[in-house]
C-alpha cells in the first residue's frame, strides 16, 4: 500500500489534512496538545510504517502501543465519531482508487473503535 499510494508523501499530506481538522473540532481539539506539529508528525510516520514503509515511527518511538499512549484520554462514542469522521475526510480528500480508499477506511474505522475506553 505504501508504494501504491505515493510513499511517505501521502501519508504526510494526510495527516497534516486530519491535523487541520483536529485544530477546527471542539470534541477532538481539547484532547490534544497545544501543539499539534509532533503529533501530526507521529502519525504520518506511523501510518507510513504501518502500511508498509520504513519502519522510522519505531526506531524512534518504539512499539506503537496504540492504547497504551491513549489511555490517558478519555475517548467515547462522540470521541470515536469526531475522530473517524476527520481521518474518512482527510482520506477522501486524496481523490484516492475506490478499492483504496475502501481499504484505508476500514482500518481507520477499526482504529477508532479499539481506542475507545470510556462506555
Keep these: ?25 471542539p470534541v477532538l481539539r481539547p484532547l490534544y496538545p497545544d501543539d499539534l506539529e509532533p503529533g501530526e508528525r507521529h502519525l504520518a510516520l506511523f501510518l507510513g510504517q504501518y ?41 477522501r480528500d486524496a481523490g484516492l482508487d475506490a478499492e483504496i480508499e475502501g481499504r484505508l477506511l476500514a482500518y481507520f474505522e477499526m482504529a477508532a473503535g479499539h481506542l475507545v475506553n470510556d462506555g
Design 51 to 91: 502500511w508498509g514503509g520504513p519502519t522510522t515511527y519505531s526506531d524512534a518511538r518504539g512499539h506503537p502501543r496504540l492504547r497504551m499512549r491513549h489511555a490517558p484520554f478519555r475517548i467515547g462514542a462522540a470521541e470515536r465519531d469526531a475522530w473517524y469522521d476527520a481521518m474518512a475526510a482527510s482520506v
Design 1 to 25: 500500500m505504501y508504494e501504491v499510494v505515493g510513499g511517505q508523501a501521502f501519508f504526510d499530506a494526510l495527516a497534516r489534512r486530519f491535523y487541520e481538522r483536529v485544530a477546527a473540532d
